[in-house]
Every structure is written in structure tokens, then in C-alpha cells.
């Protein structure tokens, strides 16, 4: 069974930086995906960054430059390190994982099986 738990939302000023992690646990897919979506109120979730099992990245235009995404594979946990925070980046985030290759980085959310609950980070001006 395949679990994942984001943390480290919280509130932070605009220009500030927060680091997220996702701890993994029962992922034993030898090839696989890992993703990070944000989700506004309303909204679909969206893509913002990818990374697979051989350390490939990928992001979205509106993150690139700002966030990184990386794995420690030996702790199985997942971070989305963020700067240069805005008040759009406002939201609730999301890991995702698969087994397989990553789509997309804009792909749509039901492309991931797995999903952890969401963390919620707010910025202020």
C-alpha cells in the first residue's frame, strides 16, 4: 500500500522561501513518478513539477526558476523547495505517484493513482 504525507505548508511573506516534503512509503515500483500539483479553490489541481526514478526534472512554466523538486531515495521523501514565493503561489500542494514514466508535468491529475492530503501554503503580501 502505497501512502504518501506532504508537510511543511505554513505561511510565509511574499519573496520568502518554504520547503515541502512528501514521505513515501510502500513505493517499490522499480520505475516510477513523482509529482508535486497545487490546487486553488475552485480550481483542478496543476502540475508544477515532476521527477522520476532516475532523477529526471521537469516543470512548469509558472514554477521554473523558483522551485526545485528533489528525492532523497534512501529516506524515500520527496521535497519541493520554493522561492521567490508570491501571493499567487497561495494554495493547498499535493504529491503524486506512479509506477512508470512521468507524463507531462501539465498532466491532468487522474493520470496518478497515489496522492497524500495536501499541505496549505499561504502568502502574504
Known amino acids: 500500500l502505497v501512502r504518501l504525507a506532504e508537510s511543511g505548508g505554513g505561511s510565509v511573506q511574499a519573496g520568502g522561501s518554504l520547503r515541502l516534503s512528501c514521505a513515501a512509503s510502500g513505493l517499490t515500483y522499480p520505475v516510477y513518478c513523482m509529482a508535486w500539483y497545487r490546487q486553488f479553490p475552485g480550481q483542478e489541481r496543476e502540475g508544477l513539477a515532476t521527477?522520476?526514478?532516475?532523477?529526471?526534472?521537469t516543470y512548469a512554466d509558472s514554477v521554473k526558476g523558483r522551485f526545485t523538486i528533489s528525492q532523497d531515495n534512501a529516506k524515500h521523501i520527496l521535497f519541493l523547495q520554493m522561492g521567490s514565493l508570491k501571493p499567487d503561489d497561495t494554495a493547498t500542494y499535493y504529491c503524486a505517484a506512479d509506477s512508470g514514466r512521468c507524463p507531462a508535468v501539465t498532466a491532468r491529475d487522474y493520470t496518478y493513482v497515489h496522492w497524500g492530503q495536501g499541505t496549505q501554503v499561504t502568502v502574504s503580501l
Open positions: 521527477i522520476d526514478s532516475d532523477d529526471r526534472r
